[in-house]
């Protein structure tokens, strides 16, 4: 992905997350100067396998496990800090070196105690599916013009009336919300005077950091989380995340201009998985879910909750290459279909008896769709040992290479399996 014309690449992903964006920015970060993670917070946790160990990430970037890369959390991430400082201390206690190497955003907001409880009331009214890890409410917050930045830390005096007045404000809220318990001013108190000596030292104008690094000619990844069909504005709304996951995003959260990025790497399974509620259009039954569920060991990173498993949807992927203007494609988890006789993929969608070819804006249209799909003969063989596209079996070719002419983008990655060496890196 990088070259004398690519310093700055985006990944994204172009479906409804958990595509293994991880894996994908853990193989690109070895030769990445940056990592920065530009949205999200902690309720996306990308799965990293180095040797034996896993490691499943909410807030630090991918790039962590490479010890030359440095990694930047941006403005456009919502922080939770006592999270993040566990998740160091983590990664410290197994070997990794972090000194030095983790800055943060002086503009990110940060994820408090009482931004989970009011996730937490809301979600049994609204029912949206979120994993309570309080980044829809950060995230309104800042929008309201009421949040609390990590820079504020710097001086937490003057941060204290402000936040008696917030904690009272919410909870008259969670009143109204009908929860049983309120939070305290105490415990807010004492949370940011323990992280607050942790935290500052590693506060910087991140935008300037990253933009410094293009202008010197280094390699910078920006990272997102969860998957274009989350997106804010772009998603399956409601059911959507609280920030903009598309390529858009990136250099708003990364805080430099969008000239600066020169391609954006889109990730997909090779077939479809979505958590929580809301449509997926080519959710498969429930014993052909299953199968997935069990080969592919589809449970959500953070919350442990099982995925909903369907088959490849080209309609979702296109529109994912549009929204985010996509120059490549990484196809993750094609050895998961090995054992399978025949793959269904879906082309087309049938809505009241009109076919169509691009996503509906409405989640209610998309709960009508009727897939188009046609079938793929399977392979039979384990692909978990192919390193070049020779390798693999001409019927995973051939399913390649139409998901490749469905989507009208190059495929320049394929994952066939979990650890870092099995990769295929298409010329």
Known sequence: MFGPKRHCVVVVGAQWGDEGKGKIVDVLAERADLVVRYQGGANAGHTVIKGDDEFILHQIPSGVLHPSTRCVIGNGVVLDPETM??????????????AGRV?????AHLVLPYHKRLDKASEKEQRIGT???????????????????????????????????????VNQRLELLGADDRVSMEDHVSLLERVAPR?????????????????EGRRVLLEGAQGSQLDVDHGTYPFVTSSNTTAGGAALGAGIGPMKIDAVLGVVKAYTTRVGNGPLP?????TEAATLRSLGEEYGATTGR??????????????????????DLAVTKLDVLDSLPRIPLCTGYSIAGDVVDEMPSDADALERI??????VDGWNRPTSDARCLADLPPQARAYLDRIQDLVRVPISYVSVGTRRDQIIGVD
């Open 370 to 375: 009727e897939p188009q799909y046609e079938f």
């Open 282 to 286: 080519t959710e498969a039954d429930e």
């Open 131 to 169: 994993t309570g890890r309080g980044i829809g409410p950060a995230y309104e917050d800042k929008i309201g013009r009421r949040g609390v930045r990590a820079g504020d830390l710097r001086c937490l005096e003057r941060l204290w009336p402000f936040l008696e007045k917030r904690v009272q404000e």
């Open 103 to 107: 800055v943060v955003s002086d503009r």
């Open 199 to 215: 935290l500052v030292p590693m506060l910087e104008d991140t935008g300037l950091t990253t933009f410094l690094a293009l202008q």
């Open 85 to 98: 400082l566990e998740e160091l201390d983590d990664l410290v206690a197994r070997g990794v070196d972090v």
């Open 306 to 327: 099982p995925r909903r498993c369907g088959w490849f949807d080209a309609v979702v992927v296109r529109y994912a290459v549009r929204v985010n203007g996509l120059t």
